[in-house]
């Protein structure tokens, strides 16, 4: 099993529309979690950590679900500048500094 | 200002052939790495490198060799290349979280290798 799965999609929406990605994590001492953007032939950015309580930066939500082992990030009034791949990246705590990228989901805002 | 830097961009070369990739950080971070993106576009750590010292090195054949002259600077040297190499190749650099620093990782721009 995968340390870290997500849909690979595409996801296809409209401008507008709201649209949520789960990632699922096999270990369950995990305790770092975040969400990366990476636009076509780019490298990665960090969107947005993931934190026990959830967070929000402006139209992006970010949950942590501990007990089903996923986190969730949730984009509100999508924007063409949304179209891009999420990869959700978890920091297992028995490996110091490494950190296990999902394959990601790829978004796709059309007009 | 770039934060991390890459060098080349691109490499096209045969199999066979050794090649060498450089990344460097003026960030100031202790911590660097370097990953590969195959064409499913997974992204797999490959090693890591604290203060200069190895602390990662995952399962990655010994053709593979990276070398850091300092903290600011991550190589990667190739041997042999083969045709399965191809892929783009990350470095990315973070503060060491243990002395409280943040465990954000800033990458590179990438290397399109391509082995013919």
């Known amino acids: 099993r995968k340390e870290v799965e997500q849909d690979p999609g595409p996801f296809n929406v409209p401008e507008g529309a709201t649209v949520a990605f789960n990632c699922t994590y096999s270990?369950?001492?995990?305790?770092?979690f975040f969400w990366y953007r990476q636009d076509c032939r780019k490298e990665p950015k960090l969107l947005m950590s993931?934190?026990?309580s959830g967070n929000e930066d402006g139209r992006f939500t970010a949950q942590l679900n501990r007990a089903s082992q996923y986190i969730s990030l949730l984009i509100r009034d999508s924007k063409l500048s949304d179209s891009a791949t999420y990869l959700c990246?978890?920091?297992?705590?028995?490996?110091?500094?490494?950190?296990?990228f999902g394959s990601g989901t790829k978004l796709n805002v059309k007009p | 200002d770039t934060a991390v830097s890459q060098t080349p961009k691109y490499l096209v070369t045969q199999m066979g052939n050794d090649k060498s990739i450089k990344c460097e950080q003026n960030?100031?971070?202790?911590?660097m790495y370097w990953y590969k993106q195959d064409s499913k576009k997974f992204l797999k750590i490959m090693f890591s490198?604290?203060?200069?010292?190895?602390?990662i090195n995952e399962t990655v054949p010994n053709r593979f060799s990276p070398k850091s002259p300092d903290k600011a600077h991550l190589n990667l040297h190739i041997n042999s290349l083969e045709l399965g190499d191809s892929a783009v190749y990350f470095c990315?650099?973070?503060?060491?979280?243990?002395?409280?620093?943040?465990?954000?990782?800033?990458f590179g721009p990438g290397t399109r290798l391509l082995v013919l």
């Open positions: 993931v934190y026990s």
């Open positions: 270990n369950s001492a995990s305790q770092s």
């Open positions: 990246v978890v920091d297992p705590p028995q490996d110091f500094n490494k950190f296990y």
């Open positions: 490198y604290n203060n200069k010292e190895l602390i």
């Open positions: 960030l100031g971070h202790d911590t």
């Open positions: 990315a650099s973070s503060q060491d979280w243990t002395s409280g620093g943040q465990e954000t990782q800033y």
